[in-house]
């Protein structure tokens, strides 16, 4: 596996991505309205480009290096808040799940929120999600939870988990 930096002409691939992995996660969890609402929203050509122009938020592609093909993403931002990381997406595409991509994913990112000096790492998962599993067994904990009103009628309603870097 190989993770490579994404860039604006990359746009459509995460797009495609995105759409992939959300209609396999989320299929049993949201409404078909909500999940078309929440991807032309949060990936949106738009969308995007604002945050590749961002010095803080980074996107990189997770890419099968033995057949060369793109598996997910990974969306995060540095000084979220004080000396902490916002994990806002990884995603993987369902044919992907449970080879290592993601455990993998999750390394990177700790390498990088060291060397940016960050100290902690947050993410929202919604509540209904499995994938709040691998990330416990990746060593994030719960330390909170919320209801989030994202528009159009619509929630999010999630578990706010963390991890501390060890320095």
């Known amino acids: 596996m190989k993770l490579v930096k994404a860039t604006e002409k990359d ?3 995460i797009q495609e991505l995105a759409k992939r992995s959300w209609e396999n996660a ?6 078909a309205e909500q999940m078309e609402y929440m991807l032309s929203e949060m990936y949106s050509e738009t969308e995007i480009e604002s945050h590749l122009q961002n010095s803080d938020y980074h996107y990189y592609l997770i890419q099968d290096e033995i ?5 997910g993403f990974i969306g995060y931002e540095h000084n979220y808040e004080d000396k902490t990381t916002k994990l806002h997406r990884i995603y993987l595409v369902p044919e992907s799940k449970g080879k290592g991509f993601g455990k993998e994913a999750l390394l990177f990112l700790n390498q990088k929120v060291a060397e940016n000096g960050n100290e902690r790492i947050i993410l929202n998962v919604n509540k209904y999600n499995s994938a709040r599993n691998f990330y ?5 904990k719960v330390y909170d939870e919320g209801v ?3 528009g159009n009628g619509f929630v999010m309603d999630d578990y ?6 060890h320095k």
């Not at 989320?26 to 409404?31: G, V």
């Not at 057949?67 to 598996?71: A, K």
């Open 11 to 13: 746009i459509p691939l």
């Open 26 to 31: 989320y299929a049993e969890i949201l409404s």
């Open 67 to 71: 057949n060369g093909s793109y598996e």
């Open 136 to 140: 416990e067994s990746q060593g994030y």
């Open 148 to 150: 989030f009103d994202i």
């Open 160 to 165: 706010l988990m963390e991890f501390l870097i």
